[in-house]
């Protein structure tokens, strides 16, 4: 449950006949009108015994911290109130691990259960460890409303200093790029399937993230990695807001595997792909989510 219509109303009363609701990535104490609606449905549920589960899949996490410091009438009087008490009242998972600590700030304790989205067409993709492409490309996710986050300036920074690389940036069209430079284009919505194969490095520069759904993707691809959180078969980058060193440690990376890419001296990323499909396809997460709610249900019960 993420988003209501005014036409879902009537379907979200069917709430109150389960046995638990699951509230994936929606934040509580939200002042717009689909946020009271929600809102007011999870108190009348819980209140009436349900078994609610908060899913935190990254942003939600800062916001609702921010949100409970928030020194405004409204807060204080809805938005604060009616978070505390959902929050004491439910049962909470993270989509990454490093989101533990960040919910604990706020007196949760939470499970961490990477989100199970679909992996098949990623997992076809690099059954047949497809060739390299001819050139020597960086493909990295920045959207147009967010770019900062997805450090979008550090990024065109790089592109400057390696104007022998190309660099794909998918999910934006780049309109906060000034003086943009020739070798990096910017793909707007593409097929992300399709991206990963034509590139030789997965860029997933970020502020704050839950677990990176292109990190996983482009690992079952076979293609190497670079991320400011740790992962299993990533190269690990320094935080962006913690070092001033994060495009120097880009470029020396991207460096480094360019010249085994040019000496033909670099492998598929065999394991990487293994890592992912041993613990992050949709399969395995699904199985390892549902065994977490039954689990935490049966308890209840």
């Known amino acids: 449950m993420s988003e209501v219509k005014v036409k879902d109303l009537f379907s979200l009363l069917r709430l109150f006949g389960t046995q638990a609701v699951i509230r994936v990535g929606f ?7 689909r946020a009271f609606v929600i809102d007011i449905l999870c108190l009348l549920y819980v209140a009436l015994g349900g078994k609610l589960f908060f899913y935190w899949t990254g942003s939600d996490v800062p916001r609702t911290a921010l949100l409970l ?3 405004g009438a409204i807060a204080g009087y809805w938005s604060i109130p009616v978070t505390r008490y959902l929050l004491q009242h439910s049962k909470h998972c993270v989509a990454a691990p490093w989101l533990i600590k960040e919910l ?3 007196g ?3 499970k961490s259960l990477p989100f199970p989205t679909p992996t098949d067409e990623f997992e076809e993709a690099g059954a047949s460890h497809p060739e390299w492409p001819s050139e020597f490309t960086v493909l ?3 959207p147009d409303h967010n770019y900062s986050n997805y450090c979008g300036d550090e990024l065109a920074q790089l592109a400057r200093r390696m104007p022998n690389v190309q660099f794909r940036i998918m999910g934006g069209e780049g309109a906060w790029c000034d003086d943009c430079p020739p070798n990096l284009t910017f793909l707007g919505w593409a097929h992300a399937q399709d991206q990963y194969l034509k590139c030789v490095v997965v860029l997933r520069a970020v502020r704050h993230d839950a677990m990176g759904g292109t ?3 482009a690992l079952l691809c076979g293609r190497y990695v670079l991320y400011t959180y740790p992962h299993p078969s990533a190269i690990l980058l320094p935080e962006p807001d913690r070092s001033p060193n994060l495009i120097r440690d880009m470029e ?9 890419f040019v000496c033909g001296r670099l492998p598929f990323n065999v394991e990487g ?3 992912v499909m041993a613990n992050l396809t949709e399969g395995v997460l699904a199985q390892r989510a549902a065994s977490f709610f039954s689990e935490e249900l049966h308890e209840a019960d």
Do not use: D, I, M
């Open 27 to 33: 934040r509580p104490g939200q002042f717009r009108p």
């Open 69 to 71: 410091k928030s020194p």
């Open 104 to 106: 604990a700030e706020f």
């Open 108 to 110: 949760c304790r939470a």
């Open 140 to 142: 990295s996710y920045v």
């Open 215 to 217: 990190v996983r993707e």
């Open 252 to 260: 020396e990376n991207l460096t480094h595997l360019r010249e085994k």
């Open 273 to 275: 792909r293994h890592w």
